[in-house]
């Protein structure tokens, strides 16, 4: 104890010196923070140490890259959809929902929170649009527990208005290559050479005929 | 559910609750299967995840499985949450005690002062030898120092803005024990980085 505390409360110097970090972190409720800044105006040492708080705390150590979350989505994808027995995701029982209307219910009908969804969430769950209800599109529909098929990058929709030459115009022009479709939700399957990738989207999705285009490279093919 | 610290039963003050009302209801639509609301709780969650387990863990190679094991279950889990804590309680709670399973199956020391292997070296170069980078490092080795548990509150406290109470919650300890988690860590911390914070600032 210095003599600057001398005079004060030793009990309550303790206590107010415990509550700097929270303080400086503007995680105390208003009563907290009165005795603390109370404190404060009399307390050189207890001054010192919040300004050591607030250096620490400005040494915010970096955010991991914006994209590593999409990553990470898409491996959890693939877990609950390689696991459906042990990992499927589990619906309240008031809800009385099965299994099924988890990550598939995405893939009816309810499109609209994809067009708000950003680019980048789309991507991550584009693996998804191929596990749609409707005609089977083996061998794509088990996506989750198999790896996507070789070659198999890109997915597309086209708008319901575009007609069959716009679509192979559109897919020409691009590079990709069509490997399956379409899904129960009117997507289809691209391959698209090594490097192509992202000029094939550029072009697929400046296209007229395109409404939707996705990558569904994985991981270690994309951006670290 | 995480139970509240029973030293101390008062709710955390909130300073503004509504981001806290859209997170609960945020993880409902989770709950009823809306994958973008999962979409959207994970873009919320993964860095600030990523980054807690960094530096509690301090181990680079466990970071990725912990974060998407932890948001696994957050699918999974997520019609267990009951509204009577944070979601990021909840959240973070749930990180720390995959983190503590992962260390201890690893024989790490969880309470005691001691650190795990440094982290991969960041990017050295001679633009690194001074300024952030290199306060930056002096922290790491700083911290690497602390014991798992220490780490813990440290960085949900100066990096994430968590209150005492609050982590309490997410560690599953009483509000004295974080304090006292708090006070050694920040000596040894004071110790260890004396003169070179005000250096940098």
Redo the contacts between chains.
């Keep these: 104890m210095t003599a600057r505390v001398l005079p004060l409360d030793a009990a309550a110097h303790r206590s107010v010196q415990a509550l700097l970090p929270w303080y400086a972190a503007g995680a105390l409720d208003a009563a907290e923070r009165a005795r603390v800044e109370a404190h404060l105006a009399v307390c050189a040492r207890c001054r010192r140490e919040l300004a050591f708080d607030r250096r620490l705390q400005a040494a915010q150590p970096e955010l991991p890259p914006d994209e590593a979350w999409e990553r990470s989505l898409v491996r959890v994808q693939r877990r609950l959809a390689a696991a459906p027995a042990t990992a499927a995701p589990k619906v309240p029982r008031r809800r009385q929902r099965p299994p099924e209307r988890g990550w598939r219910r995405l893939l009816g009908p309810s499109w609209g929170w994809l067009v708000a969804a950003p680019a980048t969430a789309l991507l991550a769950l584009g693996p998804m649009l191929l596990d749609a209800p409707g005609p089977p599109v083996a061998p794509y529909r088990a996506l989750g527990a198999q790896p996507v098929a070789p070659g198999a990058r890109l997915i597309v929709r086209f708008r319901p208005q575009a007609t069959e030459l716009e679509m192979r115009r559109a897919l020409r022009l691009s590079g990709a290559r069509l490997l399956d479709g379409p899904t129960g939700t009117d997507a289809y399957l691209l391959s698209i050479a090594p490097g192509e990738e992202l000029r094939a989207l550029e072009r697929l999705r400046a296209d007229g005929a395109v409404e939707m285009a996705a990558s569904l490279a994985p991981a270690r093919g994309r951006v670290p | 559910m995480l139970r509240r610290p029973r030293d101390d039963p008062r709710t955390p ?1 909130p ?1 503004d609750p509504a981001p806290e009302r859209a997170e609960a209801l945020l993880i409902a639509r989770v ?6 609301a999962f ?1 959207q709780l ?2 919320a969650y ?3 995840l ?2 807690f387990l ?2 509690m863990t301090r181990r680079s190679g466990l970071v ?1 499985e912990l ?2 094991d932890t ?2 279950t957050l ?3 997520s ?1 267990r949450y009951n509204g009577l804590s944070k979601v990021s309680t909840w959240v973070f709670g749930i990180a720390y005690r995959k983190a503590l399973n992962a260390l201890q199956r690893l024989d790490e020391p969880l309470e005691d002062a001691a650190g795990g292997e440094p982290l991969e070296p960041r990017e050295a170069g001679p633009e690194a030898r001074c300024g ?1 980078r290199e ?2 490092r002096q ?1 790491e080795q700083a911290l690497a120092e602390l014991s798992p548990a220490q780490r813990a509150v440290i960085d949900l ?3 994430h ?4 109470r ?1 982590i309490a919650a997410i560690v599953g300890c009483p509000v004295d024990t974080v ?1 006292t988690r ?2 050694h860590a ?1 000596r040894r ?2 110790a260890r ?1 004396a003169g070179r ?2 250096d ?2």
């Excluded at chain 2, 803005?161 to 005492?164: E, F, P, Q, R, S």
């Design positions: 003050p300073h709950a009823a299967r809306e994958a973008d979409a994970y873009r993964h860095p600030r990523t980054r960094e530096r990725e974060v998407d948001l696994l699918w999974q889990s019609d952030r306060l930056l922290l406290t100066y990096f803005g968590i209150g005492y609050e304090k708090m006070f920040r911390l004071r980085l914070l005000e940098w600032l």
